[in-house]
């Protein structure tokens, strides 16, 4: 049975961290390594936060001008755009945005990737997919709104969903891994990856 040592080049960065049972927590305590016998199947080793002493580089932006007019009327421009990506793809981009219930319908053109609205539940979702950094995705276009609907106070948030491989943002870096109890020479190998959670962007 395969006994593992997981050590990290920077276990500083690690905040509110919860472990998988087979994880020796007192040897983490002591000596920030992981010492575990992996379960049988998939699992999740840890969980954890990065400390807020430490900056994160949002690896992605969004240019955004939504505008609506009481005139029955609005426009909407948006660019999505890499940022501090190490030369990583961008990829599985989705912006969502809850557009207000005056709005009836949107009329727009993206210049990749597909859009749609949904008149019930008034969400606008744009699949952009891969962000090909030669010509940056852009969604322009009109939106239609109530005849007599009371003024729109405030724009809507932007909720942004995303992956990169072989990038992980939080900085964090694995140092080695080690295996003991088996005679095998085993492959090893780190696979990055980062993934948008809870994103939003206010405007």
Same mark, same amino acid.
């Given at each position: 049975m395969p006994d593992l040592t997981l050590s990290f080049m920077n276990p500083r960065l690690f905040d509110d961290v919860s472990f998988h049972p087979c994880v020796r927590f007192k040897r983490w305590e002591s000596e920030r390594i992981l010492s575990f016998i992996p379960p049988d199947g998939n699992f999740r080793l840890m969980s954890y936060h990065i400390g807020s002493q430490n900056i994160v580089a949002i690896p992605i932006y969004v240019r955004h001008n939504i505008s609506f007019r009481e005139a029955g009327g609005g426009r909407l421009d948006i660019t999505v755009g890499p940022k501090q990506t190490i030369g990583r793809t961008v990829e599985s981009v989705i912006i969502e945005i809850p557009m207000p219930k005056a709005v009836l319908n949107c009329s727009l053109t993206p210049n990749q990737g597909k859009y749609s609205f949904d008149p019930v539940s008034k969400v606008l979702m744009w699949d952009i997919g891969r962000i090909d950094t030669a010509k940056l995705p852009s969604l322009r276009g009109t939106i239609s709104l109530q005849s007599g609907a009371a003024a729109v106070e405030s724009n809507p948030a932007i909720n942004v969903q995303f992956t990169i491989s072989q990038l992980a943002v939080s900085g964090l870096k694995v140092n080695r891994l080690d295996m003991y109890g088996e005679k095998y020479k085993p492959?090893?190998?780190?696979?990055? !990856?980062?993934?948008?959670? $809870?994103?939003? !962007? $206010?405007?």
């Open positions: 492959f090893k190998g780190v696979k990055y !990856i980062t993934k948008a959670g $809870r994103f939003q !962007i $206010r405007m």
